[in-house]
């Protein structure tokens, strides 16, 4: 990786850390409603994963999806007015934090309902193959839905019709509250698709370097016509499941450690020293984020609620 890929990793990231700290910020004052789950931490999974792919490459994912949205190119502006349901938000205000969609970005939600997306990932990859595309479609999803039944259903579906898929699970530990060592038997869940004979790979979610690594291998797979690909991605969030979780089923001191001694943008800055980027060009980098963010923040307090009329659009109705 050059020190220039390296730069604009680090800039993605931490693009992602600061506006999730800026949508806690405005969910403490009540501007943003309903639910809102960070990805504070699980940077470097989305950033890695989305170097390795090209143009054309769908992305879907569950409800902790902000970072993935601005890792695969949205503009925070409008990700922000729609977690602050103001109508120059992506869905124009009425979808919120887990139903964000973009064409344009190949970003297919953000989904509330646990281990949907991964069926539907399924779907955007038989697409590809249908149009005899080599593009890729990427499927996100946490260690808290990689026991639901559709999951497995997918796997098959996948491997039956050796569809570009690559799924991965973002394992942070805890699900909804519960750790995985108490709500799933399966103690190496890079291996839960080894019934259909998929490729897999255990992976250092919070090494970019290592995330990057892998991402480059599964689209390789993908694209040469090889099948699906599981990558297990073991990452961790500082954050409760949402921001109405307190997190009480863990020790402070645990996130603490980790914060201390495997931040992902910690690291990064490292390397980056390490490749001779001084500490100018990451202070230039931190003050254009910081621009961007509170520049997104601005334009959702002061963009419009959607007027009562778009309670009628966007809505199939049958004739």
Same mark, same amino acid.
């Given at each position: 990786?050059?020190?220039?890929?390296?730069?604009?990793?680090?800039?993605?990231?931490?693009?992602?850390?600061?506006?999730?700290?800026?949508?806690?910020?405005?969910?403490?004052?009540?501007?943003?409603?309903?639910?809102?789950? !960070?990805?504070? #931490?699980? $940077? /470097?999974?989305? @950033?890695?994963?989305? =170097?390795?792919?090209?143009? &054309?490459?769908?992305?879907?994912?569950?409800?902790?999806?902000?970072?993935?949205? !601005?890792?695969? #190119?949205? $503009? /925070?502006?409008? @990700?922000?007015?729609? =977690?602050?349901?103001?109508? &120059?938000?992506?869905?124009?205000?009425?979808?919120?934090?887990?139903?964000?969609?973009?064409?344009?970005?190949?970003?297919?939600?953000?989904?509330?309902?646990?281990?949907?997306?991964?069926?539907?990932?399924?779907?955007?990859?038989?697409?590809?193959?249908?149009?005899?595309?080599?593009?890729?479609?990427?499927?996100?999803?946490?260690?808290?839905?990689?026991?639901?039944?559709?999951?497995?259903?997918?796997?098959?579906?996948?491997?039956?019709?050796?569809?570009?898929?690559?799924?991965?699970?973002?394992?942070?530990?805890?699900?909804?509250?519960?750790?995985?060592?108490?709500?799933?038997?399966?103690?190496?869940?890079?291996?839960?698709?080894?019934?259909?004979?998929?490729?897999?790979?255990?992976?250092?979610?919070?090494?970019?370097?290592?995330?990057?690594?892998?991402?480059?291998?599964?689209?390789?797979?993908?694209?040469?016509?090889?099948?699906?690909?599981?990558?297990?991605?073991?990452?961790?969030?500082?954050?409760?499941?949402?921001?109405?979780?307190?997190?009480?089923?863990?020790?402070?001191?645990?996130?603490?450690?980790?914060?201390?001694?495997?931040?992902?943008?910690?690291?990064?800055?490292?390397?980056?020293?390490?490749?001779?980027?001084?500490?100018?060009?990451?202070?230039?980098?931190?003050?254009?984020?910081?621009?961007?963010?509170?520049?997104?923040?601005?334009?959702?307090?002061?963009?419009?609620?959607?007027?009562?009329?778009?309670?009628?659009?966007?809505?199939?109705?049958?004739?």
């Amino acid at each position: 990786m050059t020190p220039e890929l390296m730069k604009q990793a680090f800039r993605d990231m931490l693009l992602i850390r600061r506006f999730e700290e800026k949508a806690g910020q405005l969910y403490g004052m009540g501007l943003i409603g309903g639910f809102c789950h !960070l990805y504070i #931490g699980q $940077e /470097a999974v989305v @950033v890695g994963m989305q =170097l390795a792919m090209k143009p &054309g490459d769908k992305v879907i994912t569950s409800y902790r999806d902000h970072g993935h949205m !601005l890792a695969a #190119g949205m $503009e /925070a502006r409008g @990700v922000m007015a729609e =977690l602050t349901g103001r109508s &120059g938000g992506y869905s124009r205000g009425k979808g919120g934090s887990m139903h964000m969609f973009s064409r344009e970005k190949n970003f297919y939600g953000g989904h509330g309902i646990v281990g949907a997306q991964v069926a539907l990932g399924a779907g955007l990859a038989f697409a590809n193959k249908y149009r005899g595309t080599d593009e890729v479609a990427v499927t996100y999803f946490g260690e808290g839905a990689s026991s639901q039944g559709q999951v497995f259903e997918s796997f098959n579906l996948a491997a039956l019709h050796k569809l570009p898929c690559i799924f991965v699970i973002e394992n942070n530990r805890y699900g909804m509250g519960t750790s995985i060592e108490r709500s799933s038997a399966s103690r190496d869940l890079s291996r839960n698709a080894e019934p259909w004979g998929i490729a897999s790979r255990k992976v250092d979610g919070m090494d970019l370097f290592a995330v990057h690594d892998a991402a480059v291998e599964a689209v390789a797979h993908c694209r040469a016509g090889k099948g699906p690909y599981l990558l297990e991605m073991e990452t961790y969030r500082y954050r409760g499941h949402s921001m109405s979780d307190p997190a009480k089923y863990r020790q402070r001191a645990e996130v603490d450690e980790m914060r201390r001694t495997r931040d992902p943008i910690d690291a990064l800055r490292r390397e980056l020293a390490r490749a001779g980027v001084d500490d100018d060009a990451l202070a230039a980098i931190e003050t254009e984020v910081k621009a961007v963010v509170t520049d997104s923040a601005t334009f959702a307090q002061e963009s419009p609620e959607p007027d009562p009329s778009e309670l009628w659009t966007d809505i199939l109705v049958e004739a």
